[in-house]
């Protein structure tokens, strides 16, 4: 991504390109219910008061990506928004303080070295596309916000990718975590 951070809104509530299928809670606290969702990405946003609740989020800079790593990444990965993705998940996570208080080599330790989250994640690329978004540092309940679309026929491949995710080490510093699972409306 090139110059400044794109600020990213997930709006829940009685409209939104999106419907709402389940929302699983993984750990922590829930989210309210609500039947649709709506990603708006760019530019300025209000949210409209009808909302039943909004998580921002930016698109910035790459953390934890080496040279190498990005290289593999972006040769496979496809971009948001392809005709055939009719399945999404919003995945908002929060890690704990144990995690934020660790150095940045230890993170990247545990997050590539020990648990192989990009090594994993590239096994499902092209067919899950994803985007993180950071939202630690705009004060809300959650650290990132990550948005996966898929064809209907890939879902199950979401659910082993996520799955793996979740047996590894880093997944130990998660305190509350959400699966909200969508399809296009």
Known sequence: MEGNPVRVSFVAGSAGAWRVERTVLVRGEELPAAPRLQRVEGGSFVAPPE????????????RYVELEERRRLVAVQEDLGRASSTQAALIPLRKSKAWWALAQDE????????????????????????????????????????????????????DELVGRLRETEEWSYVEREIEVRLSRA
């Open 107 to 158: 993170r990247r330790a545990i997050f590539e070295a020990r648990s192989r989250h990009i090594e994993i994640g590239l096994e499902y690329l092209p067919a899950v596309a994803r985007r993180l978004y950071h939202s630690r540092d705009l004060g809300g309940p959650f650290d990132f916000l990550t948005w996966f679309e898929f064809a209907e026929g890939d879902a199950g491949a979401f």
């Open 51 to 62: 909302a039943t609740w909004v998580l921002g989020g930016v698109r910035s800079n790459e």
